[in-house]
């Protein structure tokens, strides 16, 4: 089987060095003069991988667009904006090419929602299992601006028989490495899928996909094509090496450690109920409050409540969610502890979805950790 990546460092982390000077080269050699990161946290040498530092992730509502985390499977590429087009082939009565202007000539529409890659939090993992070694920051909240999904359709046909949208971006692997070639279900983009061209009120930076790229509001960042090239509607999902062996769920819970064999899994899709602790501190003193904050976000529309636990789970107290939310975007949220009693305090941290879906205690093993969602502990020196 080829190996879809090049070599590298089982645990990015022994590699992870701040950013602040290394972004501009890296991604430079492709991208050409980008202005150097914030403290992103880099994962790999190759291709520039980086994530958003713990401390810096719920400071607001929307992440900023030079803070928010970036994954790519290799070098990117920029397609220059005034050449490109987007091709619309496929089970469609009238192809189409969309220049960025014709794009931009539909109708607006904006999502603000999380993308979250489904490897964040694979550092977590037990066993630990091979890939980059995400840890909180793979995911950030953001408004997605463009034309939907539906409406470039329609403009094209779509034609009665298709189930699948392939999605085909503009950059190509190193020899032998399968190509990020995708296909989501239709009836999932068509109900809320956006071609985007801006970020939190600004063009589409290249490292997230420019000149457009796809917004699949709920579902993990591996649905989400950056520089968008070609959508073709089809009755068969595409197949290869990012559909048949990577990005795949098990169908049942199973035993940690054991993999999954190819039957056992499906496409993984929406993301899981999370919650994650940004800020807190580490001593405080019984009887005065302390504050933590953090962040919670899942593939349903909302999250209903975060709750802490300071004895192991046995007890929950709610935290207050923040005022700002939209479908599928992540709720800030803060938590007054008062301790009562001195030593350490071990905090927990739960949220739970507007379907009920309730953060587990541990994730759900599988051998790419994925989606890892099991409950975060920040411990807390109480003194008298
Ligand atoms: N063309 C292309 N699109 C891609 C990828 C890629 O390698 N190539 N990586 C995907 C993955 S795995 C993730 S998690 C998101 C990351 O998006 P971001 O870099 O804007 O955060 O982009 C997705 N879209
Ligand atoms: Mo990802």
């Known amino acids: 089987m080829v190996r879809p990546e090049p070599p590298r460092s089982r645990f990015g982390l022994s590699r992870r060095a701040f950013l602040a000077t290394t972004a501009a080269g890296l991604a430079g050699a492709a991208i050409g003069a980008t202005p150097p990161r914030p403290r992103m946290l880099q994962m790999n040498g190759y291709p520039l991988d980086a994530e958003t530092p713990l401390d810096l992730l719920g400071r607001s509502y929307l992440t900023p667009n ?29 192809p189409l090419a969309l220049s960025l202007a014709d794009l931009k000539a539909l109708p607006r529409a904006s999502a603000t929602c999380v993308l979250q890659c489904a490897g964040n939090g694979r550092a977590f993992q037990r066993p630990v299992v091979p890939g980059v070694q995400w840890r909180y920051g793979a995911v950030g909240n953001a408004k997605w601006t463009g034309v939907r999904v539906k409406d ?62 796809l917004v699949v509001p709920g579902w993990a960042g591996d ?49 899981s109920v999370k919650s994650t602790i940004t800020e807190a501190p580490k001593s405080a003193r019984v009887g005065h409050a302390a504050t933590l904050r953090g962040v919670a976000f899942s593939g349903s529309p909302d999250v209903a409540k975060v709750e802490l636990s300071d004895d192991g789970g046995a007890t929950w107290a709610p935290a207050t969610l923040g005022r700002d939310h939209d479908p599928y975007a992540w709720r800030l ?17 739960r949220a739970t979805d507007s379907r009920g879906s309730v953060q587990p205690k541990d994730p759900v093993w599988n051998q790419s950790g994925y989606l890892h969602n099991g409950w975060q502990s920040v411990d807390i020196e109480v003194g008298e």
């Open 66 to 94: 030079d803070l928010f985390y970036v994954r790519h499977h290799w070098n990117p590429t920029m397609p220059d904006p005034a050449t490109w087009v987007l091709k619309v082939e496929g089970e469609v009565e009238k």
């Open 152 to 213: 470039v359709l329609e403009r094209a046909g779509l034609k009665a028989g298709a189930k699948h949208l392939h999605t085909f971006g503009a950059d190509a692997p190193p020899e032998k490495v399968p190509p990020f070639h995708r296909s989501l279900e239709l009836e999932k983009v068509r109900e809320d899928g956006i071609i985007a061209f801006e970020m939190n009120g600004e063009p589409l930076p290249p490292l997230h996909g420019a000149p457009a790229r």
């Open 223 to 271: 649905h989400w094509m950056k520089w968008l090239g070609r959508i073709s509607p089809q009755a068969a999902p595409q197949t290869g090496f990012y559909m048949d062996v990577a990005y795949r769920w098990p169908n049942a819970p199973g035993e940690p450690g054991i993999a999954f064999k190819p039957e056992e899994m499906h496409s993984l899709t929406e993301l």
């Open 333 to 349: 949220w803060s938590f007054a502890y008062t301790p009562r009693k001195p030593g350490r305090a071990t905090l927990l941290a």
